[in-house]
């Protein structure tokens, strides 16, 4: 079977839909990712990483979503969507959704939820869209690591 053709792969705070005439609106798009190192005393109880987030921070920054655009899709067709380090190209997270059309003419879209993307080290990280396998395309995230303040 034909692969999908995929027009977007957009990150993002928020992606609303317009009730009234169905149409997203995809809101603080980014790929850039600021984290910052634990502070010296929390460094002694977590000496790796970045900091971990607070309750309050994690429902302050939400979690991300990913905004897909596709053409080409035949019937239902299974699709997995992938976090990777580009460092080592291990696989920090992934999963697997379905988009479905009748009609491969038609524009398809989709809205993933994701949950905070893990940082392990400043550097280029992916998001990839695969179809049975075949990567179908990807969005490059660079994290920067803040000075202290």
Do not use: C, W
Request: hydrophobic share 40%; charged share 20%; no cysteine.
């Amino acid at each position: 079977m034909p692969q999908p053709v995929l027009q977007a792969l957009i990150l993002a705070d928020h992606v609303y839909q317009d009730r009234d005439t169905g149409k997203k609106v995809i809101a603080g798009t980014f790929n850039v990712l600021r984290f910052s190192r634990p502070s010296l005393q929390a460094a002694e109880t977590s000496p790796t990483g970045p900091r971990p987030l607070r309750p309050a921070e994690v429902m302050k920054a939400g979690s991300p979503m990913v905004y897909l655009s596709l053409t080409d899709v035949r019937g239902t067709m299974p699709l997995d969507l992938r976090y990777v380090d580009l460092a080592n190209n291990e696989v920090l997270m992934h999963g697997k959704f379905q988009v479905q059309s009748e009609d491969p003419l038609r524009t398809v879209e989709a809205v993933v939820a994701v949950p905070p993307l893990p940082i392990r080290h400043p550097g280029a990280y992916a998001l990839e869209l695969l179809y049975e396998d075949e990567l179908l395309g990807a969005l490059r995230i660079t994290a920067v690591e803040m000075p202290d303040a």
